[in-house]
């Protein structure tokens, strides 16, 4: 008795501590979710609002600025509150969100559909990549434009700031996000807080702004006027881009934490800015141009283009990390060549650097800026790329609900049709803007497609080539065990994607040297659908005969290769694995563009300069040099 009394005196103390611990662990997940996960949507208020107005056709009427706001109000409230917070970010595929993560969890779900739905996957993972483009470009703009406001003499002085602090922004991608995502969550925190302050002090101006909540306003407004109401949706929209930071960043942060922070802090500074820069404008006539700004006070007016220009260098440097993490699992998932990874950081296996893809897309950036010139003017081209990816996501989770979580079709059929006619509504009324910049969404969204899909393509066809013209391992392994060559001591491992061929620089080390090792390894990685794999399950390992083994090396899509670490795994399974006995052979191809390839010649050459430019295996693998033993062969496609 005396020792189950301790136990239950004990019992609640644990319980309080354990609390403590885990709301500690939650309210700092809470600001650093604030910052990563919310610097998009966060800075939506700065232009999204102004160019609703503007898109209005004639003066500005108080049933526009109702309407306007009430669209805003159900935009936040039916896409980010409903369908992403409510619904998407449960659809975790082993706590890792993102297009890719819910393709691979849909193809696992249904695999009779798995080719459509690799397709939607693709083109959603295009359009993210437009999305990374133009994210940093308008974001950055529209906060420094904010000197205009200040004085129309620096009207000039705001394209060269821009390409300063966006210049500045890539160059220090290469020391990593580790240092700069320590001040993301307190920085925005503040400017979450100060937009609603400024929202809260202009709601006194007019407070029947209110009403807007009603969605009869909304409705009304896109009946009373159809064809200006139409391109009001499109710039309607940017007060929901950045919802897909949300499903992105799931497995950085957990579920909780983002929702926490969406419904206590952003969602309500969201609504009170809007409604104060409503207030504001009916206040003033109709007639503000530039109400987030105009709205300040002179002695904040300065201070907050400070605090804005911060918030849209992280919102930018959330989208660039998506950009780099997106590009690492598409490589994993064999959907891009490889790609030279830095990891900037000893504890975080997600904070990596990409040399290539952050040039490509600071060029992309720079270029828009100077091109463009303006926020309002890349508005046009901002919504297309987010709106197709969101369609995207939608036709994925309905595969989820329906063949995953086993929903009754009616249920997950409505709940697809509610957010597919939203999402479509928004995606066509964003269509019409394709001559005023939209084309350069479309333009990125059909090139990284095209790569991606010729990618896929010419593996494929590689592949089958190659091993039409292989020797099955089992037949040569069982002829080498009764005429064994000459055997050299040590181990040699032979990486091949077709481990049930003999791999070609067995073949060639067999013909040019006339010796085999005592103990041959035909190695295989693979990827699996989910992000991360145990250690349990990373080897598989089958004997072959005396002189061959198989062994397979499962890695998810979010982690870096290891080769030598995985192969120490083998230690546990009887193989006593010993870097320094042991040589890598590796096949390198030299490919040739042939006129009977299955593919047109201009896609053979894209798919050779692609191969190409791949990283070195022996890096991306990350095997040591000294062991490694490359063979050359030429191969036509």
């Not at 500045?168 to 969550?185: D, E, I, N, S, Y």
């Not at 990284?448 to 066809?461: A, D, E, H, K, P």
């Amino acid at each position: 008795m005396a020792l189950a009394n301790a136990g239950s005196e004990a019992e609640p103390i644990e319980q309080s501590s354990h609390s403590t611990v885990e709301q500690h662990s939650t309210k700092v997940l809470m600001l650093g979710a604030l910052g990563v996960v919310y610097g998009d949507i966060g800075t939506s208020p700065i232009y999204a609002f102004r160019e609703a107005l503007h898109a209005s056709s004639g003066p500005v009427a108080r049933n526009d600025v109702l309407g306007v706001l009430s669209l805003i109000v159900w935009a936040l409230t039916i896409i980010v509150t409903i369908k992403y917070v409510a619904f998407v970010l449960r659809a975790d595929n082993k706590g890792e969100g993102g297009t890719l993560s819910l393709m691979s969890l849909a193809r696992s779900a249904y695999p009779n559909g798995a080719k459509l739905i690799l397709g939607i996957g693709l083109c959603g993972a295009a359009l993210f990549f437009g999305d990374a483009i133009i994210t940093p470009a308008i974001s950055v703009l529209s906060a420094v434009e904010g000197l205009e406001v200040v004085t129309p003499t620096l009207e000039t002085y705001v394209v060269p700031i821009t390409l300063i602090i966006l210049a500045m922004l890539f160059a220090v991608q290469r020391f990593g996000t580790g240092r700069v995502a320590a001040v993301f969550g307190p920085v925005t925190a503040v400017w979450f807080l100060a937009i609603g302050a400024a929202g809260v002090y202009h709601l006194l101006d007019d407070p029947s702004v209110l009403l807007a909540i009603n969605p009869y306003y909304a409705v009304a407004y896109l009946a009373n006027t159809p064809t200006g109401a139409f391109v009001t949706v499109g710039a309607v929209f940017l007060a929901v881009t950045g919802a897909e930071a949300l499903y992105v960043d799931l497995g950085h942060f957990g579920r909780r934490p983002i929702v926490l922070a969406w419904f206590s802090v952003v969602f309500p500074c969201l609504l009170l800015n809007y409604f104060g820069q409503g207030a504001f404008v009916l206040a003033n006539g109709g007639k503000p141009t530039n109400p987030f700004f105009q709205m300040l006070p002179d002695w904040a007016l300065m201070p907050m283009v400070g605090l804005a220009t911060a918030a849209t260098v992280i919102a930018s440097q959330a989208v660039i990390s998506g950009a780099f993490s997106l590009t690492r699992q598409a490589v994993q998932l064999n959907l891009l060549p490889r790609i030279e990874v830095q990891h900037t950081s000893e504890m975080q296996s997600g904070q990596i650097y990409m040399p290539r893809v952050n040039l490509v897309v600071a060029l992309g950036v720079m270029l828009l800026v100077v091109g463009f010139g303006s926020s309002s003017s890349l508005a046009s081209a901002y919504g297309i790329s987010v709106t197709g990816e969101m369609l995207m996501t939608t036709i994925l989770l309905f595969v989820v609900m329906r063949f995953r979580w086993k929903w009754q079709l009616a249920l997950a059929a409505a709940l697809t049709l509610l957010f597919g006619t939203i999402d479509t509504g928004f995606f066509l009324a964003n269509v019409v803007k394709i001559l005023e910049g939209g084309w350069v969404s479309i333009t990125v969204a059909c090139g990284m497609g095209l790569i991606m899909s010729t990618w896929i393509r010419g593996t494929r066809y590689l592949f089958d080539k190659t091993r039409r013209n292989e020797i099955p391992l089992d037949f040569l392994a069982g002829n080498l065990l009764k005429k064994k060559p000459h055997l050299v001591s040590g181990t040699a491992v032979f990486l091949t994607s077709d481990p049930l061929s003999a791999p070609t620089a067995l073949m060639h080390s067999l013909k040019h040297y006339k010796v085999l090792h005592e103990q041959n390894v035909i190695l295989s990685v693979v990827t699996a659908p989910q992000p991360v794999v145990p250690d349990s399950e990373r080897v598989k390992m089958e004997s072959v005969n005396e002189l061959f083994m198989r062994v397979t090396l499962t890695f998810g899509y979010m982690e870096q290769p290891n080769i030598p670490r995985a192969l120490a795994i083998c230690r546990k399974q009887g193989w006593k694995f010993d870097i320094m006995t042991t040589s890598f052979f590796l096949s390198r191809r030299s490919l040739k563009a042939s006129p009977n390839s299955g593919m047109p010649v201009w896609q053979d050459k894209l798919f050779i300069g692609l191969a190409r430019s791949a990283a070195d295996a022996t890096e991306y693998f990350q095997i040591p040099t000294g062991r490694v033993v490359e063979i050359g062969t030429q191969v036509a496609i």
